[in-house]
């Protein structure tokens, strides 16, 4: 299935993990990278051990996690996975203490929604009321709009377009399929190995 042409995804991410995860990622290497140039004998290789180790682990939780929301399908990519959900696989989007999409009898996180409880609390004092704001629960539960215009947190408008799109297109013919998870090994397989070299060093002294 391919999307249709002059339609972009809508494109979920948290601006403060990427700018987080930036600046971690730089001093990683800048600290590991002074270890492995400038080392002498054992130094050098458990800086080049941390560096495998970390640097995927930094990139896997802060740099990769992203939410693309198609014409057809809705694309989850997690630290170590991506999930591939048609939409008429989604059953439900939901945003409580985190962000989730229920589709085939499974719950899956979307780490690149995260949600605030102090947007929350901030949207419930822009918006005058006495409540926090209600978050659909199901589809075709819709919100109330705002006094004023839309104060709800971001994770909960970002779970309401998307819910919006799956109930738009869950009977396109496009968006029919079952759901796809592949495993982000380009991310697992150096972290293992650069964990596992970094232990062999620490235990051989």
């Not at 995927?56 to 990519?77: D, M």
């Not at 190995?193 to 060093?201: C, H, M, P, R, S």
Request: with cysteine; charged share 20%; proline share 7%.
């Amino acid at each position: 299935m391919s999307e249709q042409p002059g339609y972009a995804d809508h494109v979920y991410r948290s601006g403060s993990a990427l700018v987080g995860g930036a600046l971690l990622l730089a001093l990683v290497v800048l600290l590991c990278g002074e270890g492995a140039v400038n080392g002498e004998g054992r130094v050098r290789w458990v800086s080049l051990a941390a560096l495998l180790c970390l640097a995927p682990l930094v990139v896997a939780f802060s740099l990769r996690p992203a939410v693309y929301a198609g014409r057809e399908r809705l694309r989850v990519r997690n630290p170590f996975r991506t999930i591939t959900l048609p939409w008429g696989a989604v059953d439900d989007v939901r945003a409580g203490y985190s962000t989730e999409v229920f589709a085939a009898g499974r719950k899956y996180q979307m780490w690149a929604i995260p949600v605030s409880l102090r947007q929350r609390k901030k949207a419930l004092r822009q918006s005058g009321g006495g409540r926090p704001p209600l978050v659909p629960s199901r589809p075709g539960a819709m919100s109330p709009p705002a006094p004023g215009g839309d104060h709800r947190a971001r994770a909960d408008q970002a779970v309401e377009e998307i819910r919006g799109l799956a109930e738009r297109h869950s009977s396109d013919d496009a968006a029919q399929g079952s759901p796809n998870v592949r495993w982000a090994y380009e991310i697992i397989a150096p972290t293992v190995v650069g964990a596992a070299a970094l232990l062999l060093l620490i235990v051989l002294g």
